[in-house]
Antibody, heavy 118, light 107 residues
């Protein structure tokens, strides 16, 4: 069974940092692009970042460029999101998702909540 | 930037057909994807590449995409279909866009 399990969320002060992780299992992790997608409380979905199979290519939504960094460890089947200089508007549930055929997201993890507040 | 527009809410009676639309400039020239999100749960892929249904998704869910509008159709809507529905496409080869979501109420 394909499974994605996120961890690392929590409460952080504005300007602080946090590292999210996603543990993948049930598929050959190193052959899929991977993504982070977030959802602010009561709001819609917002794509955050993608990373290529070998980590050599990364893409970000404009609002996080220069603050967030996506990375992966294919040996450990893990995906990470390093978040710096966090803002209140970064408060959201962050989902890890597998990018299939470079087009659609399937499956999604259960999400981890990041709250940025003083 | 590229935007996808969805109606905030749609209501349907049980057993009837629900249509949820997603509009974007020349969206028909791109692929559209649809996700279902029930309260407190993660999104689930419903439709990929405009019309294709993953295994395990009921046949009552179907998709189309032409011109500026992609449509998710739910035939014989059931109470369990009450959820938020999101469309998705690609603005460029590197930028993902989601619609704002449509809340489907079955009443």
């Amino acid at each position: 069974e394909v499974q994605l399990v996120e961890s690392g969320g929590g409460l952080v002060q504005p300007g602080g940092s946090l590292r999210l992780s996603c543990a993948a299992s049930g598929f050959i992790f190193s052959t899929f692009w991977m993504s982070w997608i977030r959802q602010a409380p009561g709001k819609g979905l917002e794509w955050v970042a993608n990373i290529k199979v070998d980590g050599s290519d990364k893409h970000y939504v404009d609002s996080v460029k220069g603050r967030f960094s996506i990375s992966r460890d294919n040996a450990q089947n893990s995906l990470n999101l390093h978040m710096n200089n966090l803002r209140a508007e970064d408060t959201a549930v962050y989902y890890c998702a597998r990018l299939v055929d470079g087009n659609w997201f399937d499956p999604w993890g259960q999400g981890t909540l990041v709250t940025v507040s003083s | 930037s590229y935007d996808l527009t969805q109606s905030p809410s749609v209501s349907v009676s049980p057993g009837q057909t629900a249509s949820i639309t997603c509009s974007g400039d020349k969206l028909g020239d791109k692929y559209a994807f649809w996700y279902q999100q029930k309260p407190g749960q993660s999104p689930v892929l419903l439709i990929y590449r405009d019309t294709k249904r993953p295994s395990g998704i009921p046949e009552r869910f179907s998709g189309s995409n032409s011109g500026n509008t992609a449509t998710l159709t739910i035939s014989g809507t059931q109470a369990m279909d009450e959820a938020d529905y999101y469309c998705q496409t690609w603005d460029s080869s590197t930028r993902v866009v989601f619609g704002g979501g449509t809340k489907l109420t079955v009443l």
